[in-house]
């Protein structure tokens, strides 16, 4: 799984030792993290249009232009499970990071342990909420995490996946991205359908009805599987309560 890290700080001096930290923990940790930096929230706006597949963001809070505070508004909106973390040379806007759930904000100058503990809390949170990470058939890279998905749906040379109100075109066979998925959340019902448990809502001999109301199909020869999933998933939900 690859970590995508940008960092936006208009200061090259700053963001070049940012990129070390970041480089040195990703090599102690054994995890593969990409490292961007990006001297303006302009330049990131623009990069985060063409890939919303940010793990996290070190974003500088006064910069030339556009402040991190408001790219950071931006960016939540779009993106709830995105990381920021904010750098700052003043203590005084805690208040602005608790407005855009940040992981934290750090003073300059950046101590390593703490960018490090920062970063430990960043992976950790990700770990819990695994996410796929696509390639739509327009070519635009989309990060989805896997207890969004109601459903996925295949045809003849792509996957239709079903998240939020959302769904992204993916060209791949639905085995292969079946073999992604966590096993318990999810069940396959028919040679072209794949249920998400935590989004069904009554199960039929012929379908599994979801919370919105949409029908999966489910083949005979699959019925044993999905009623065992989704009693299975239910009384493990209900365990957990």
Not at 157 to 177: D, S
Request: glycine share 6%.
């Amino acid at each position: 799984m690859l970590l995508k890290a940008a960092i936006c700080d208009d200061e090259p001096q700053q963001a070049g030792m940012l990129e070390k930290y970041v480089a040195e923990w990703a090599a102690n940790s054994g995890l593969p993290v990409q490292i961007k930096i990006f001297p303006s929230a302009e330049a990131f706006r623009f990069a985060w249009e063409e890939e919303k597949d940010w793990w996290l963001i070190l974003l500088d809070i006064q910069m030339q232009g556009e402040n991190g505070v408001s790219l950071a508004k931006y960016l939540r909106e779009m993106d709830e499970k995105l990381e920021i973390l904010f750098i700052t040379a003043l203590p005084d806007y805690i208040e602005e990071g608790y407005d855009v759930a940040a992981l934290h904000y750090l003073l300059k100058p950046v101590k390593k342990d703490k960018l490090f503990q920062c970063l430990d809390k960043a992976v950790k949170k990700d770990v819990k909420e695994s996410y796929l990470l696509l390639t739509t058939v327009e070519g635009e890279r989309v990060r989805v995490f896997q207890k969004d998905i109601s459903y996925i749906e295949a045809f003849a040379h792509t996957v239709q996946i079903h998240f939020k109100g959302e769904t992204a075109q993916v060209r791949c066979g639905i085995r292969a991205l079946e073999e992604q998925l966590e096993g318990g959340r999810f069940v396959r019902c028919h040679r072209s359908y794949i249920a998400g448990l935590g989004f069904a809502a009554r199960l039929k001999k012929t379908e599994l009805l979801l919370d919105d109301g949409t029908a999966i199909p489910i083949s005979r020869r699959l019925f044993p599987e999905v009623n065992r999933a989704f009693v299975s998933y239910y009384l493990r939900e209900e365990q957990e309560v």
